[in-house]
T-cell receptor
Framework: QQQVKQSPQSLIVQKGGIPIINCAYE??????FPWYQQFPGKGPALLIA?????SEKKEGRFTISFNKSAKQFSLHIMDSQPGDSATYFC?????????????FGQGTILTVHP | DADVTQTPRNRITKTGKRIMLECSQT?????MYWYRQDPGLGLRLIYY???????NKGEISDGYSVSRQAQAKFSLSLESAIPNQTALYFC?????????????FGDGTRLSIL
């Protein structure tokens, strides 16, 4: 059972475009939503994260938009660059010492053409 | 030096063989995880350990076993490898005191079973 659904599976944009990756979750107990970025040959690394009491968070060119009522969140990459080409995973977690397990989306392969 | 080190980085083996993948970390984190990554499926949790005496099954533990030899070492074994265990395997760590985020990943082991 996939508790976090991510789309699209792949995305191609031109340099300067604004790719948008969407995720939807089912478990309302999730209370932290990180995005991980993975380059070829490397493990995923935390990119940006949001809590459900916040509707938007920006870090540099990366923005998360969060819609708690719809149980959806999305990643926007402003002024995308070829160096942003990577696989992006959304995830969800119930924080706290008793849990700590990440549930990942299926991943989106982003290609930014020069 | 990498904070989370996985060995080997690549392995090709035959059906029925026993295989061990090793993970060591220098981050001093209590929690360690094993994931497998398959195209279109994201990362799925195999096993996780909250401390040396605590081992828990993840969502896809069948056919796998783990050993937490020390706080810094967590190994994954495939007792009798089968072709559908061909995948990219990642070890990760997290700090309990920081609410289990972020998780820090190694660079993965690419395992092929013929």
């Amino acid at each position: 059972q996939q508790q976090v659904k991510q789309s699209p599976q792949s995305l191609i944009v031109q340099k300067g475009g604004i790719p948008i990756i969407n995720c939807a979750y089912e478990n309302t107990a999730f209370d932290y939503f990180p995005w991980y970025q993975q380059f070829p040959g490397k493990g995923p690394a935390l990119l940006i994260a949001i809590r459900p009491d916040v509707s938007e968070k920006k870090e540099g060119r990366f923005t998360i938009s969060f819609n708690k009522s719809a149980k959806q969140f999305s990643l926007h990459i402003m002024d995308s660059q070829p160096g942003d080409s990577a696989t992006y995973f959304c995830a969800a977690i119930i924080r706290g010492t008793s849990y700590g397990k990440l549930t990942f989306g299926q991943g989106t392969i982003l290609t930014v053409h020069p | 030096d990498a904070d989370v080190t996985q060995t080997p980085r690549n392995r090709i083996t035959k059906t029925g063989k026993r295989i061990m993948l090793e993970c060591s970390q220098t981050k001093g984190h209590d929690r360690m995880y094993w994931y497998r990554q398959d195209p279109g499926l994201g990362l799925r949790l195999i096993y996780y350990s909250f401390d040396v005496k605590d081992i828990n099954k993840g969502e896809i533990s069948d056919g796998y076993s783990v050993s937490r030899q020390a706080q810094a070492k967590f190994s994954l074994s495939l007792e009798s490898a089968i072709p559908n265990q061909t995948a990219l395997y990642f070890c990760a760590t997290s700090d309990t005191d920081r609410g289990n985020q972020p998780q820090h990943f190694g660079d993965g082991t690419r395992l092929s079973i013929l």
